[in-house]
């Protein structure tokens, strides 16, 4: 059973950190009111990040992943990553307008359209054909303007400072936890 009457259009874009968590979030706040959940994650195949592990176990959330596995060199654009991309965007069709789903994201899907993987006017004509219920998140750097001007709501993620500029990579977070048993809190190990 849908629960909202009016789904709306979420656009996380910039080139700041953070457009995927601000969507993973949104999701968690979804999951938490019972509705149900799909995301559909453009040019990324890797292992499931600790966000993604940790939403599976809700069973009102679906995950599916179109990707290479391989960065993307965007100046000279591999046909397989074209071709995943474009099978991935026919599948959210069919999750979008199926109408089963209260909220859908499709992460990334700012940068195929940027990439000319498709085109911005299938985005959307997707839009336009989503039952009235489905609230749908665009994440992505660039959010083409057609989008932005027909979203109701758009976040520019602004970075002012990142660790990757003193080449520190992503971090797996392997912190082993334990629990405190008396406010049944989960908190991080210490050495002491």
Excluded: C
Aim: proline content about 4%.
């Amino acid at each position: 059973m849908n629960k909202l009457s009016r789904g709306l259009i979420q656009v996380y874009t910039g080139e700041g950190k953070g457009k995927t968590t601000a969507a993973l979030g949104l999701a968690l706040r979804a999951l938490g009111q019972g509705l149900s959940v799909y995301i559909i994650q453009f040019l990324k195949k890797w292992s499931p990040s600790g966000e993604i592990r940790a939403l599976k176990r809700f069973p009102n959330l679906y995950i599916k992943r179109f990707g290479s596995g391989k960065f993307v060199d965007i100046k000279n654009p591999n046909p397989k990553d074209i071709k995943i991309a474009q099978e991935g965007f026919e599948y959210a069709k069919q999750i979008i307008t199926s109408g089963k789903y209260d909220l859908v994201i499709l992460d990334e899907v700012n940068l195929i359209v940027a990439w000319k993987f498709i085109n911005v006017d299938k985005l959307l004509k997707l839009i336009q054909r989503r039952p009235v219920h489905v609230e749908l998140v665009l994440t992505g750097r660039h959010a083409h303007p057609k989008i932005i001007a027909k979203a109701d709501l758009v976040t520019e993620m602004k970075k002012i400072k990142h660790y990757i500029d003193k080449k520190i990579l992503a971090r797996r977070w392997q912190v082993p936890l334990k629990l405190d048993t008396q406010s049944f809190l989960w908190y991080p190990k210490r050495n002491n």
